[in-house]
């Protein structure tokens, strides 16, 4: 599985390109701030076709570049309890960050919604250019934030992460390397979040490396055992 993986030009957000393998078809994953040109670059040297784009949950550091990149005729696939915020992610915003795009951008802060979006739930796979992402509904962070596992690993890995993983699941803002997302914002819930890493994070097979939504890559193995918010939980 080809895997490309760059943060965003703010708040450090990763944004991933999956794909079977260069010259084929491939699904961006949380295209975030400002990341279009860097984004059409890595298409571009992997002669990749972007065909869906996947969210993770639906804060704007993730979604958005969502709109330009599916450009009117790929789909954006998000869960339907976070469908909501796709109509205008700027509104759950505070003057102070609204602001800081602003000034970045150097322009007002606009949003237009994504032509076409699917709502997704768990239970229900997603066949994208060639790959089958399942959908593991975590809410905490957000009230529809998800992993998308994958039964395969990306190329390139070190020798000793790749005779250690065997599957790939995308955490976004659920699971970090050594921490988890916040849940002090609208539509997060610490209570719900620790039933998400009790249920859905620590049933996941140790042999499972970790792509999370900002931070490094980790395995769950290695977090059941170092990361402070795993401690103490039963699944």
Known sequence: MLTVSFPAAAMGTNCYVVARERGSECVVVDPGIGVTDQLEHVLADFDLKPTAVLLTHGHLDHTFSVTPVCGGTIAAHIHE???????????????????????????????????????????????????????????????????????????????????????????????????????????????????????KVLPLPDSSLVLPGHGPATTIARERATNPYLQGLTS
């Not at 796709?86 to 919604?113: C, H, I, N």
């Not at 395969?152 to 976004?172: F, H, K």
């Open 81 to 199: 309890d976070d469908r909501y915020r796709l109509v205008d992610p700027y509104a759950q915003l505070g003057p102070q960050l609204r602001g800081m795009l602003e000034q970045s951008f150097g322009k007002a802060a606009t949003w237009q919604e994504p032509e076409k979006v699917v709502s997704i739930h768990e239970g229900a796979p997603l066949e994208l250019a060639g790959l089958t992402f399942g959908v593991t509904h975590a809410p905490g962070h957000t009230e529809g934030s998800v992993m998308f596992t994958i039964d395969d690993v990306p190329q390139g890995l070190d020798d000793a992460t790749a005779a250690s993983v065997t599957s790939t699941v995308v955490t976004g803002d659920v699971l970090f390397a050594g921490s988890i997302g916040r849940t002090d914002l609208i539509g997060g819930s610490a209570e719900a979040m620790q039933r998400s890493l009790r249920d």
